[in-house]
């Protein structure tokens, strides 16, 4: 029906940058508010930052000036700009979008991508 597949993480040394990526696909109507989180091993899944329709947006304290969040509307995309990272970054991060799917615009829906490692470490 509808889905999410990220792509951009892998491991890289402290100080550097990677871009994830978020592509929605299948019965879309219209996308809200997307998103990216991220979970570390034995700790809770965490809000890293938001982007409306409208392009504002909002950061976890711990990424302010290092991190950028955009979208892409003509490619139902997010993406995550993390540069100057650090090993404390280290997490699966995940993409969140609220979709309203065709025929069915009356209603909103949370989707999920499936997560993408980050390892920061040298």
């Known amino acids: 029906q509808v889905q999410l597949v990220e792509s951009g993480g892998g491991l890289v040394q402290p100080g550097g940058s990677l871009r994830l990526s978020c592509a929605a696909s299948?019965?879309?109507?219209?996308?809200?508010?997307m998103g990216w989180y991220r979970q570390a091993p034995g700790k809770q899944r965490e809000l890293v930052a938001v982007?409306?329709?409208?392009?504002?947006?909002n950061y976890a304290d711990s990424v302010k000036g290092r991190f950028a969040i955009s979208r892409d509307n003509a490619k139902s995309t997010v993406y995550l700009q993390m540069n100057s990272l650090k090993p404390e970054d280290t997490a699966v991060y995940y993409c969140?979008?609220?979709?309203?799917?065709?025929?069915?615009?009356?209603?909103?829906?949370?989707?999920w991508g499936q997560g993408t490692q980050v390892t920061v470490s040298s």
């Open positions: 299948g019965s879309i109507d219209s996308i809200g508010p």
């Open positions: 969140n979008a609220h979709i309203r799917r065709r025929l069915e615009a009356w209603r909103e829906y949370d989707y």
């Open positions: 982007i409306t329709s409208d392009s504002s947006t």
